[in-house]
C-alpha cells in the first residue's frame, strides 16, 4: 500500500507533528502527523483503541504530547492562550448532557463565552452569532425548547449550534454521529460537510466518511496506516489489513466516492 502520510510541516492552520501520547503505561499515539487542508473535512478512521479520540483530545489542546508539537499558525499550542485558542478551535464531544434544562438558546450562548469579559453583558454580536449558529443548524424554531424535550439528532445540532457560535476556524468533532438513526446521521454529516471550517472528525462509519469527508486518516494501534483522499484509501485491502473485514468497494456515483460492502470477517481477523 502506498504511504501517503501527510507531511508534518509547520504552517498556517491546526498541525500535528510527529506527535506521540502515552497512558497508563501504554503508547497510545505513535509519531502522528497531521495537517488538514483549510475548508476540508478529514475523517479520523479507525478500530475502537486506534487514538482517534486521543489525537483530537491533543489537538483541542485538551491533552499534551510527550513528543512532537501541535501547532495553531505556527504557534506551539502551549503558548496560545486559552481564550485565543477558544476564540479559534471548537469541539464537540460525543456526548453531551446537562443537569441544567437549558433553553436551546441559551446552550449555544454558552460558546459565546470566550469572547466575553467575566460578567459582561451579551452584546449585539453575541446575539447575531447565535442567531447565525441557531439559523445555520435548523433549530431557530427550537430555540426556546428546553433540552430534556430534544431528540438526541437535535441535542447534537445544539452542540454543533454551541460550537458555530464560538466563530471558529478549526473544528473537531468525536464521534459526532453516535447514537443517531440514520436521517440524523446523514443531516448531520451534510451539515458539517457544507461548514467553510477546517473539520477533523472521528468515525466508526466508513460509509459516511467516504460520503461526504475530502481526506481520511486511518489509524491502527496509534499509527497512521493510510492517509489521503478517500477515493485512493478506502480500499479492499486497507478494510482487510486495518479491520480485519473482506468488503467489496465498488464506486457507484458520478463523483466517484467508493461505497463499502462488508462481506465478513477475513481470516485472522476477530
Known amino acids: 500500500m502506498t504511504d501517503t502520510r501527510p507531511r508534518a510541516d509547520v504552517g498556517t492552520g491546526l498541525r500535528a507533528a510527529h ?5 497508563g ?8 502527523s497531521l495537517a488538514p487542508g483549510p475548508g476540508t ?4 478512521l479507525g478500530p475502537n483503541g486506534s487514538g482517534k479520540s486521543t489525537l483530537l483530545r491533543v489537538l483541542a489542546g485538551v491533552l499534551t504530547p510527550d513528543l512532537g508539537v501541535v501547532t495553531l499558525d505556527g504557534d506551539p499550542l502551549r503558548a496560545v492562550p486559552r481564550r485565543a485558542l477558544a476564540r479559534r478551535v471548537a469541539v464537540v464531544e460525543q456526548h453531551a448532557d446537562t443537569q441544567v434544562d437549558l433553553t436551546v438558546a441559551d446552550a ?21 452569532a447565535v442567531r447565525s449558529a441557531l439559523a445555520r ?3 431557530t424554531d427550537r430555540a426556546h425548547r428546553t433540552w430534556r424535550t430534544l431528540s438526541g439528532g437535535e441535542r447534537q445540532r445544539v452542540q454543533l449550534a454551541r460550537a458555530l457560535a464560538q466563530e471558529p476556524r478549526e473544528l473537531l468533532l468525536d464521534e459526532p454521529t453516535n447514537h443517531l438513526d440514520v436521517q440524523h446521521q446523514l443531516d448531520l ?3 458539517v460537510a457544507d461548514l467553510p471550517l477546517t473539520c477533523v472528525t472521528a468515525l466508526h462509519d466508513l460509509n459516511l466518511a467516504a460520503m461526504y469527508c475530502d481526506h481520511v486518516v ?10 489521503g483522499p478517500v477515493t485512493e484509501v478506502l480500499t479492499e485491502d486497507l478494510i482487510a489489513d486495518v479491520y480485519g473485514v473482506r468488503s467489496e468497494v465498488t464506486h457507484p456515483g458520478p463523483d466517484g466516492r467508493p461505497h ?10 476477530s
Do not use: C, K
Open 19 to 23: 506527535v506521540s501520547r502515552t497512558a
Open 25 to 32: 503505561g501504554a503508547l497510545v499515539l505513535d509519531g502522528v
Open 41 to 44: 473535512l478529514t475523517g479520523l
Open 108 to 128: 449555544v450562548r454558552l460558546g459565546r463565552i470566550p469572547h466575553r469579559r467575566a460578567w459582561s453583558p451579551a452584546t449585539a454580536a453575541d446575539e447575531q
Open 137 to 139: 443548524t435548523g433549530l
Open 189 to 191: 454529516m451534510a451539515l
Open 218 to 227: 486511518v489509524l491502527r494501534a496509534g499509527r497512521i496506516a493510510a492517509a
Open 260 to 269: 463499502i460492502r462488508f462481506l465478513g470477517t477475513s481470516p485472522g481477523g
